[in-house]
């Protein structure tokens, strides 16, 4: 290729297809990078053909959206043609999609702007023909962008076709990419709007289940496009709504004359869809300075075999209780497996867990082809993993539960485990479907539902998330995890008076509960009860010191601007656990406002290594890909750092913590403008200017004159305890 084409500078490949090659390329008439998409040989073969291509790209930079890239030119030289597009930075959609489907709220949202961009091109007489998630992108800011419209189907009326009218896209000629194509343009027949509604109908459904509607590949699809429907969004999303749903369904009618008219019914349908699922609410987290975090005790409590009664609530059949007291063929029996199940009620206990696993191991080892203890082991690692935050333990958890599920596929508790992992790995859908069986095998066991509660509250779905924890509550009103996990819920989102209740119950059942302690202390915090805080935190490092308690406690130092003594807990923290990301991003925000570099930057680097490895585990966590961004763009990898922070906001446009910051970042990055566009955007969704005064990374961009007429628009009302760093 050579390095210029036109007055167009060739700078790198940034993509291939089969319409073309694309460049970023450097427009040196109108100074400004472009993209620059060189067509295969032999798509424009004849003189006239060009002409109309041409005159197709001038009609096409007229359609001015915020949802539709702008096609800037169409020409050729030495025989090469090529199309100029507006340069999108920013991740596609078949990208975001390649980690799994997107939440409801997150398909609402791009899909909506899918539609209206969509509508505009309808309304000037332009269909697109090619519609895919490969030719959709999202920018950084969460703005959907619709590329290749300069490959589009032009429709004039129903003029003669004539030479001079007639578009290529009005032959019979099959153009378009063949899961999405509807039925009338695999027949050749004549296409129009509702060709595109067919397409985004496809890629709804692809947010929505992480598949294409119609699989297979040929003449197999092509049968299956004609003449099949596809599977349910139920069956294999269930907690897609009926609106969404009804809104998919429509767009994917073969018939064109059942379809929606036109784009503009389906973003109205699209927001009515969001105003219905309004009332499940959203979660928010926040960034460093504050996080609950499972404590470490080592403190042992003596504990004997769990009854049947008991195991039944963890949801053990009688008939694998029957075979783990006394197993056909071996003796005796095996009393090592019970009494790590009452080990294992106390998992926040170390010594305890410690002592669970090996009476776990010792069972299956006396008793290779014990299922439930493979179970047990499972879920005494996933415990682990809930206290140390060690990847490895979620591998270890994963394995002994997939070795129960081959020994014996009736287990309630081996799915319940694995839609924890699941749900820890962010594959929400994979957890609901393992935990679906559990409730299908023991309609009634606690720990289902408190797994499907947890899944919930993942997906969003936090009035179904509370309800499942109430009844899990009720059925099993002595276990004082439930009512941790229950009060950690309403803590993400940030219903902190109701989270300190149920963590207070928690203490009325285990009041030497050191981890429960340390959580209760820190959600104190925020409650603007410092004095009751720091007498829970304390408590809690009596009873066993523990990276939480110092964790929160250095936070408590934090906000009173206490820097060294932050520093010397938060250390004190990482001596117990050097796993957890955010103790490393806390103690590099004190040594940053203590102006020692040198110690930031190691905890940075620190902080850096365990995100790289969480990331492994949840690579489509907005979080963690807006902190990993952010830590990329303090050493200038740019080409690491922007498609993560862009994958956050694509994935989170709303959460006040992933805008501030991904405008930290882009700050890093030299990009003042968007630096400030995403910080005025977190504030207007929550962030008080009290956190952006206490992020160290945020200071150069405060000076700022524009920040300061920003900062005019919002008021202060909230306290920093009141919005936990």
Same mark, same amino acid.
């Given at each position: 290729?050579?390095?210029?084409?036109?007055?167009?500078?060739?700078?790198?490949?940034?993509? /291939?297809?089969?319409?073309? *090659?694309?460049?970023?390329?450097?427009?040196?008439?109108?100074?400004?990078?472009?993209?620059?998409?060189?067509?295969?040989?032999?798509?424009?073969?004849?003189?006239?053909?060009?002409?109309?291509?041409?005159?197709?790209?001038?009609?096409?930079?007229?359609?001015?959206?915020?949802?539709?890239?702008?096609?800037?030119?169409?020409?050729?030289?030495?025989?090469?043609?090529?199309?100029?597009?507006?340069?999108?930075?920013?991740?596609?959609? !078949?990208?975001?999609?390649?980690?799994?489907?997107?939440?409801?709220?997150?398909?609402?949202?791009?899909?909506?702007?899918?539609?209206?961009?969509?509508?505009?091109?309808?309304?000037?007489?332009?269909?697109?023909?090619?519609?895919?998630?490969?030719?959709?992108?999202?920018?950084?800011?969460?703005?959907?962008?619709?590329?290749?419209?300069?490959?589009?189907?032009?429709?004039?009326?129903?003029?003669?076709?004539?030479?001079?009218?007639?578009?290529?896209?009005?032959?019979?000629? =099959?153009?378009?990419?063949?899961?999405? #194509?509807?039925?009338?343009?695999?027949?050749?027949?004549?296409?129009?709007?509702?060709? !595109?509604? &067919?397409?985004?109908?496809?890629?709804?459904?692809?947010?929505?289940?992480?598949?294409?509607?119609?699989?297979?590949?040929?003449?197999?699809?092509? !049968?299956?496009?004609?003449?099949?429907?596809?599977?349910?969004?139920?069956?294999?999303?269930? #907690?897609?709504?009926?609106?969404?749903?009804?809104?998919?369904?429509?767009?994917?009618?073969?018939?064109?004359?059942?379809?929606?008219?036109?784009?503009?019914?389906?973003?109205?349908?699209?927001?009515?869809?969001?105003?219905?699922?309004?009332?499940?609410?959203?979660?928010?987290?926040?960034?460093?300075?504050?996080?609950?975090?499972?404590?470490?005790?080592? =403190?042992?409590?003596? =504990?004997?075999? &769990?009854?049947?009664?008991?195991?039944?609530?963890?949801?053990?059949?009688?008939?694998?209780?029957?075979?783990? =007291?006394?197993?056909?063929?071996?003796?005796?029996?095996?009393?090592?497996?019970?009494?790590?199940?009452?080990?294992?009620?106390?998992?926040?206990?170390?010594?305890?867990?410690?002592?669970?696993?090996?009476?776990?191991?010792?069972?299956?080892?006396?008793?290779?082809?014990?299922?439930?203890?493979?179970?047990?082991?499972?879920?005494?690692?996933?415990?682990?993993?809930?206290?140390?935050?060690?990847?490895?333990?979620?591998?270890?958890?994963?394995?002994?539960?997939?070795?129960?599920?081959?020994?014996?596929?009736?287990? $309630?508790?081996?799915?319940?485990?694995?839609?924890?992992?699941?749900?820890?790995?962010?594959?929400?859908?994979?957890?609901?479907?393992?935990?679906?069986?559990?409730?299908?095998?023991?309609?009634?066991? $606690? !720990?289902?539902?408190?797994?499907?509660?947890?899944?919930? /509250?993942? #997906?969003?779905?936090?009035?179904? /998330?509370?309800?499942?924890?109430?009844?899990?509550?009720?059925?099993? $009103?002595?276990?004082?995890?439930?009512?941790?996990?229950?009060? *950690?819920?309403?803590?993400?989102?940030?219903?902190?008076?109701?989270?300190?209740?149920?963590?207070?119950?928690?203490?009325?059942?285990?009041?030497?509960?050191?981890?429960?302690?340390?959580?209760?202390?820190?959600?104190?915090?925020?409650?603007?009860?410092?004095?009751? /805080?720091?007498?829970?935190?304390?408590?809690?490092?009596?009873?066993?010191?523990?990276?939480?308690?110092?964790?929160?406690?250095?936070?408590?130092?934090?906000?009173?601007?206490?820097?060294?003594?932050?520093?010397?807990?938060?250390?004190?923290?990482?001596? #117990?656990?050097?796993?957890?990301?955010?103790?490393?991003?806390?103690?590099?925000?004190?040594?940053?406002?203590?102006?020692?570099?040198?110690?930031?930057?190691?905890?940075?680097?620190?902080?850096?290594?365990?995100?790289?490895?969480?990331?492994?585990?949840?690579?489509?966590?907005?979080?963690?890909?807006?902190?990993?961004?952010?830590?990329?763009?303090?050493?200038?990898?740019?080409?690491?750092?922007?498609?993560?922070?862009?994958?956050?906001?694509?994935?989170?446009?709303?959460?006040?913590?992933?805008?501030?910051?991904?405008?930290?970042?882009?700050?890093?990055?030299?990009?003042?403008?968007?630096?400030?566009?995403?910080?005025?955007?977190?504030?207007?969704?929550?962030?008080?200017?009290?956190?952006?005064?206490?992020?160290?990374?945020?200071?150069?961009?405060?000076?700022?004159?524009?920040?300061?007429?920003?900062?005019?628009?919002?008021?202060?009302?909230?306290?920093?305890?009141?919005?936990?760093?």
């Amino acid at each position: 290729m050579q390095a210029t084409l036109s007055h167009y500078r060739i700078l790198e490949q940034i993509g /291939a297809g089969g319409m073309g *090659v694309v460049f970023r390329a450097h427009d040196d008439r109108l100074d400004r990078d472009v993209a620059l998409k060189v067509l295969p040989p032999g798509t424009v073969v004849e003189t006239a053909t060009r002409n109309r291509f041409h005159k197709e790209a001038l009609m096409l930079s007229k359609l001015n959206h915020p949802n539709i890239a702008t096609v800037h030119d169409f020409d050729t030289q030495d025989g090469t043609d090529f199309l100029v597009e507006e340069l999108i930075e920013g991740l596609s959609l !078949d990208a975001m999609l390649a980690s799994g489907p997107l939440s409801e709220k997150e398909i609402i949202h791009l899909g909506s702007q899918l539609t209206e961009g969509l509508a505009v091109a309808h309304e000037h007489g332009v269909i697109h023909r090619d519609l895919k998630p490969a030719n959709v992108r999202v920018t950084p800011d969460a703005r959907l962008k619709i590329l290749d419209f300069g490959l589009a189907m032009i429709l004039r009326g129903e003029p003669s076709p004539t030479a001079e009218t007639a578009s290529i896209s009005e032959t019979k000629t =099959v153009v378009g990419t063949l899961p999405y #194509m509807a039925p009338e343009q695999l027949l050749a027949g004549k296409l129009d709007a509702r060709t !595109d509604i &067919w397409a985004t109908g496809c890629i709804l459904y692809e947010m929505a289940t992480g598949r294409r509607p119609f699989l297979g590949s040929g003449p197999a699809l092509t !049968d299956a496009i004609l003449h099949q429907q596809p599977t349910p969004l139920g069956k294999l999303n269930p #907690m897609i709504s009926a609106a969404l749903d009804a809104v998919i369904r429509k767009c994917l009618d073969k018939d064109p004359q059942k379809r929606y008219l036109s784009a503009k019914e389906i973003a109205v349908d699209l927001r009515r869809a969001s105003a219905a699922s309004m009332s499940a609410g959203t979660r928010r987290r926040s960034r460093r300075w504050f996080a609950v975090v499972a404590a470490a005790a080592a =403190v042992a409590v003596a =504990v004997g075999v &769990w009854t049947r009664q008991e195991l039944f609530l963890r949801g053990v059949s009688s008939i694998e209780y029957a075979a783990a =007291v006394s197993p056909p063929g071996k003796a005796p029996p095996h009393e090592s497996y019970l009494a790590g199940q009452g080990y294992l009620e106390r998992w926040d206990k170390p010594a305890n867990l410690e002592a669970a696993i090996s009476l776990f191991e010792q069972a299956v080892k006396a008793d290779p082809g014990f299922a439930l203890g493979f179970s047990a082991l499972g879920e005494a690692y996933w415990a682990k993993y809930r206290i140390e935050h060690n990847p490895r333990w979620i591998d270890e958890a994963e394995r002994n539960c997939r070795r129960a599920a081959e020994l014996n596929s009736q287990l $309630p508790a081996v799915y319940v485990t694995l839609a924890r992992v699941h749900n820890g790995k962010g594959q929400y859908n994979l957890a609901l479907q393992e935990i679906q069986q559990a409730l299908k095998l023991e309609p009634l066991a $606690p !720990d289902a539902l408190l797994g499907e509660a947890a899944v919930f /509250a993942s #997906m969003g779905q936090d009035d179904k /998330a509370e309800s499942t924890y109430k009844k899990a509550a009720a059925l099993r $009103p002595q276990y004082w995890a439930g009512y941790y996990e229950w009060g *950690v819920f309403y803590y993400l989102q940030k219903r902190y008076a109701d989270a300190a209740t149920q963590f207070e119950q928690a203490l009325k059942i285990t009041p030497d509960n050191a981890m429960v302690h340390a959580t209760l202390g820190g959600v104190l915090q925020l409650l603007g009860k410092d004095a009751e /805080a720091e007498k829970h935190l304390k408590q809690s490092i009596e009873l066993q010191p523990s990276y939480a308690a110092y964790t929160n406690l250095g936070a408590l130092y934090y906000r009173e601007r206490r820097w060294a003594e932050s520093a010397a807990v938060t250390k004190k923290a990482l001596e #117990m656990n050097r796993s957890d990301w955010r103790a490393w991003s806390n103690l590099s925000i004190a040594y940053e406002w203590m102006n020692r570099k040198n110690e930031a930057d190691e905890a940075s680097r620190n902080e850096l290594a365990r995100l790289e490895e969480i990331a492994k585990v949840r690579p489509d966590d907005a979080e963690v890909q807006v902190e990993l961004g952010l830590l990329y763009s303090k050493g200038k990898q740019r080409e690491k750092a922007v498609p993560l922070i862009e994958a956050a906001l694509a994935r989170d446009p709303d959460d006040p913590n992933i805008l501030a910051s991904a405008g930290e970042a882009y700050e890093n990055l030299g990009n003042r403008n968007t630096a400030l566009e995403l910080v005025k955007r977190s504030l207007a969704q929550g962030w008080t200017l009290e956190q952006l005064e206490n992020d160290p990374g945020q200071r150069e961009l405060l000076l700022d004159p524009r920040f300061r007429k920003i900062a005019q628009q919002f008021t202060t009302n909230q306290s920093p305890a009141q919005q936990p760093r």
